[in-house]
């Protein structure tokens, strides 16, 4: 079945960096829709990344065309202009400010484009932080997330760029929701998302749990849980997740392992009362997983409806045979190189997104994109004589 490409038509430059831009970038163009990257001469810093940023390049911006502009010359500011002006969606990512002061801001763009969708991916929504810079990191501290993650007095990040990437999500949720306003009205608006208020929108349930109860919610780890079973187990290799949530479930699961005398004990048998008797279950279970290996829980538990999980690893979900029918799209990277990466998560009319990339080296699209805009081979080659344009060795 061919890949979904809804969003084939549409047309989206892109100026960003790292992670939050390029993720709106992508989603975009995993979706079908023609993303033409805007990089700096020698290319985006952010392809050079070292140690826990080695990836963020090739993750986030697959399925992209590639030109390199001098934004600081006044040739270079003539394309990205023209770029614009043919643009349905313009994404960036850079400090407030910044694109204003070269004479692209939205006011600027959309007098000569109108319809223009313009996302701008920001730490901060209007306010007193506005001017603040943010990253991931930043937001999750500020936001709460970090001390909800770790244990009480040590704060933690989340083990990914969660704040950058559900932040891209939201910019794109806004550029289809402006999209849609401009079928409408024929005209195009800015949008802004930012990472300080994601971070809030993902700790508004602990926040309304406040509101509900007026006790602090606890971090993750000393949280009072929801159901008495809801843990991570050792076994005799791996540990493995276990949930137990219905009453329904808590007598299959008493079946499954032979728990004859907890299932016998009806005072049990409702959520809330095992719950307060947590810890007087919780031993029993812990004994008996830990004298099984992990594939053992995994057998019994699978195909029953219990909810489980082995703890996975990244590098693991190169194999896994569910991500493998679909979930995985062949990239090939700077260097030739052949892996595989999760493509959008999305089911569509029957069809998974996803199909064979190519990852653009800096300008290697610099020719084409100039003449998809109608600069005639003269044009180019003297754009590029200039230093204003660059394209790949």
């Given at each position: 079945?061919?890949?979904?490409?809804?969003?084939?038509?549409?047309?989206?430059?892109?100026?960003?960096?790292?992670?939050?831009?390029?993720?709106?970038?992508?989603?975009?163009?995993?979706?079908?829709?023609?993303?033409?990257?805007?990089?700096?001469?020698?290319?985006?810093?952010?392809?050079?990344?070292?140690?826990?940023?080695?990836?963020?390049?090739?993750?986030?911006?697959?399925?992209?065309?590639?030109?390199?502009?001098?934004?600081?010359?006044?040739?270079?500011?003539?394309?990205?202009?023209?770029?614009?002006?043919?643009?349905?969606?313009?994404?960036?990512?850079?400090?407030?400010?910044?694109?204003?002061?070269?004479?692209?801001?939205?006011?600027?763009?959309?007098?000569?484009?109108?319809?223009?969708?313009?996302?701008?991916?920001?730490?901060?929504?209007?306010?007193?932080?506005?001017?603040?810079?943010?990253?991931?990191?930043?937001?999750?501290?500020?936001?709460?997330?970090?001390?909800?993650?770790?244990?009480?007095?040590?704060?933690?990040?989340?083990?990914?760029?969660?704040?950058?990437?559900?932040?891209?999500?939201?910019?794109?949720?806004?550029?289809?929701?402006?999209?849609?306003?401009?079928?409408?009205?024929?005209?195009?608006?800015?949008?802004?998302?930012?990472?300080?208020?994601?971070?809030?929108?993902?700790?508004?349930?602990?926040?309304?749990?406040?509101?509900?109860?007026?006790?602090?919610?606890?971090?993750?780890?000393?949280?009072?849980?929801?159901?008495?079973?809801?843990?991570?187990?050792?076994?005799?290799?791996?540990?493995?997740?276990v949930g137990v949530v219905t009453d329904a479930l808590w007598e299959k699961f008493c079946a499954l392992?032979?728990?004859?005398?907890?299932?016998?004990?009806?005072?049990?048998?409702?959520?809330?009362?095992?719950?307060?008797?947590?810890?007087?279950?919780?031993?029993?279970?812990?004994?008996?997983?830990?004298?099984?290996?992990?594939?053992?829980?995994?057998?019994?538990?699978?195909?029953?409806?219990?909810?489980?999980?082995?703890?996975?690893?990244?590098?693991?979900?190169?194999?896994?045979?569910?991500?493998?029918?679909?979930?995985?799209?062949?990239?090939?990277?700077?260097?030739?190189?052949?892996?595989?990466?999760?493509?959008?998560?999305?089911?569509?009319?029957?069809?998974r997104p996803g199909a064979p990339q190519i990852l653009a080296k800096p300008g290697e699209q610099s020719?084409?994109?100039?003449?998809?805009?109608?600069?005639?081979?003269?044009?180019?080659?003297?754009?590029?004589?200039?230093?204003?344009?660059?394209?790949?060795?």
């Open positions: 079945m061919t890949a979904p490409t809804p969003l084939a038509g549409l047309r989206v430059i892109e100026f960003t960096h790292m992670v939050m831009g390029p993720t709106v970038g992508h989603i975009l163009a995993g979706l079908g829709a023609d993303v033409v990257r805007v990089e700096p001469l020698g290319g985006d810093q952010t392809r050079r990344l070292l140690g826990s940023g080695a990836g963020y390049y090739p993750m986030y911006n697959r399925g992209k065309r590639s030109i390199c502009l001098d934004l600081k010359s006044e040739a270079g500011l003539a394309v990205a202009r023209d770029l614009i002006a043919g643009a349905d969606v313009l994404v960036e990512n850079f400090r407030p400010g910044a694109l204003d002061r070269l004479g692209l801001g939205y006011e600027t763009m959309a007098a000569s484009n109108p319809g223009l969708i313009y996302c701008s991916e920001k730490g901060f929504l209007p306010g007193p932080y506005e001017q603040r810079t943010a990253l991931d990191e930043v937001a999750q501290m500020m936001g709460g997330l970090a001390y909800m993650t770790g244990p009480p007095g040590k704060p933690l990040r989340a083990g990914a760029s969660v704040i950058d990437v559900t932040g891209g999500m939201f910019g794109v949720i806004g550029i289809l929701s402006a999209l849609h306003e401009r079928g409408q009205t024929g005209t195009g608006q800015k949008v802004v998302a930012s990472l300080f208020e994601t971070t809030a929108y993902l700790v508004g349930q602990h926040m309304a749990q406040f509101a509900v109860t007026g006790k602090p919610a606890a971090p993750m780890p000393a949280r009072v849980s929801a159901w008495a079973i809801y843990d991570v187990f050792e076994t005799k290799d791996e540990p493995v997740f392992f032979g728990l004859v005398e907890l299932w016998a004990d009806e005072s049990l048998r409702k959520n809330n009362q095992r719950v307060l008797a947590r810890d007087r279950i919780l031993p029993t279970i812990r004994a008996l997983v830990a004298g099984m290996t992990r594939a053992e829980v995994v057998a019994k538990l699978d195909g029953t409806g219990m909810p489980f999980a082995p703890i996975g690893k990244p590098e693991e979900l190169f194999d896994d045979p569910h991500l493998n029918q679909g979930g995985l799209e062949p990239v090939t990277l700077d260097d030739g190189k052949i892996t595989k990466l999760p493509t959008i998560p999305l089911e569509m009319a029957g069809g020719r084409s994109v100039l003449a998809a805009l109608g600069y005639d081979d003269d044009q180019i080659a003297a754009l590029i004589a200039s230093g204003a344009v660059e394209e790949s060795p």
